[in-house]
């Protein structure tokens, strides 16, 4: 029976600079660039054809029920990391999320081997994946992303820029990101903004005539059946507003919580 939500407890991450902690027999390094992925039209080609070799089995990770914490990419890879560690083999909690897709995707072996190492404490693990809200190709690959009237890069109010949800090779993007995030062993991706920008300052961009609903339907079907064939025992959950609940259309942004549902595991 697929749930409609799950409870997680969002604590505030502090990041911390300097030093290197020990846990067992893990290092924990607080300094580390994170591998930012840019991803040309062959190298997503590459990932798309990619198969794992072994399917996970994580039949140990069921819990009744989960309570988790919330961990940015730069808190992962700080001491903190070892505070959230220590919070879980105390208490209840027993789930970390982990952003690991923003503007940019941090994938490299320094979080394979944090994986393994939450695994071993039996702590369910969930990435985090930023989908449409992200600044990391403007250079690469600008005709990704919205644009303003006289052709020049649009953004919102809080200045970021936004992928085009119609250019299928940002679906190929997301879908490359979150295949590499499969690898390192996550039991669960979790995927934010798969939406169109927001209420405010999208008087001056460009949107395609096609419809955002079906645009967002479209591509939420295409990235979960993808990432089920690649690993059935992927978990996927998806962010919504809250406010889809109480609303029949799609809010202006694309996403409606009847029709997502259909596509996740959790919502």
Same mark, same amino acid.
């Given at each position: 029976?697929k749930?409609?939500?799950?409870s ?14 020990f846990?067992g ?6 300094k ?8 040309? *039209? ?6 798309l ?7 996970k089995?994580?039949?140990?990770? $069921?819990?009744e029920?989960?309570f ?6 730069? +808190?992962?890879? +700080?001491?903190?990391i070892?505070?959230? /560690? ?11 999320v982990?952003?690991v ?5 941090? /994938?490299d072996?320094y979080?394979k081997?944090?994986?393994?190492? %939450?695994? $071993?404490? *039996? /702590?369910?693990?969930?990435?985090r994946?930023?989908?449409f809200q992200?600044?990391?190709?403007i250079?690469i ?17 809080r ?9 299928l ?5 997301n ?19 798969i939406?169109?920008?927001g209420? =405010? ?6 949107f ?10 479209n591509f ?6 993808e %990432?089920? =064939? ?8 998806v962010?919504l ?15 409606t919580?009847v029709? %997502?549902?259909?596509y996740?595991?959790y919502?």
């Amino acid at each position: 029976m697929k749930l409609y939500s799950f409870s997680i407890l969002f604590l505030l991450i502090v990041v911390l600079t300097g030093g290197t902690y020990f846990t067992g027999s893990f290092y924990f390094l607080k300094k580390i660039t994170a591998s930012v992925l840019s991803f040309s *039209n062959d190298l997503v080609n590459r990932f798309l054809i990619i198969r794992p070799i072994e399917v996970k089995n994580r039949n140990h990770l $069921k819990f009744e029920s989960q309570f988790g914490v919330y961990s940015t990419v730069w +808190s992962a890879r +700080s001491k903190r990391i070892n505070d959230l /560690i220590r919070l879980a083999d105390k208490t209840e909690i027993n789930s970390i999320v982990i952003d690991v897709k923003d503007s940019g995707v941090y /994938i490299d072996d320094y979080l394979k081997g944090l994986i393994e190492e %939450l695994h $071993k404490r *039996n /702590i369910y693990t969930i990435a985090r994946l930023v989908v449409f809200q992200d600044n990391s190709q403007i250079k690469i690959h600008p005709g990704w992303y919205f644009k303003k009237a006289d052709g020049t890069l649009w953004r919102d109010n809080r200045g970021w820029y936004w992928m085009d949800p119609t250019n299928l090779e940002v679906w190929d993007y997301n879908l490359a990101a979150a295949k590499k995030t499969v690898d390192v062993g996550f039991d669960e991706l979790n995927f934010d903004y798969i939406r169109y920008p927001g209420f =405010k300052k999208n008087d001056d961009v460009v949107f395609s005539a096609v419809s955002k609903n079906q645009v967002i339907n479209n591509f939420a079907h295409y990235l979960t059946s993808e %990432l089920k =064939k690649y690993d059935p025992e992927i978990k996927l959950s998806v962010d919504l507003f809250a406010y889809n609940m109480l609303k029949k259309d799609d809010l202006g942004i694309g996403q409606t919580f009847v029709e %997502l549902y259909d596509y996740f595991d959790y919502v």
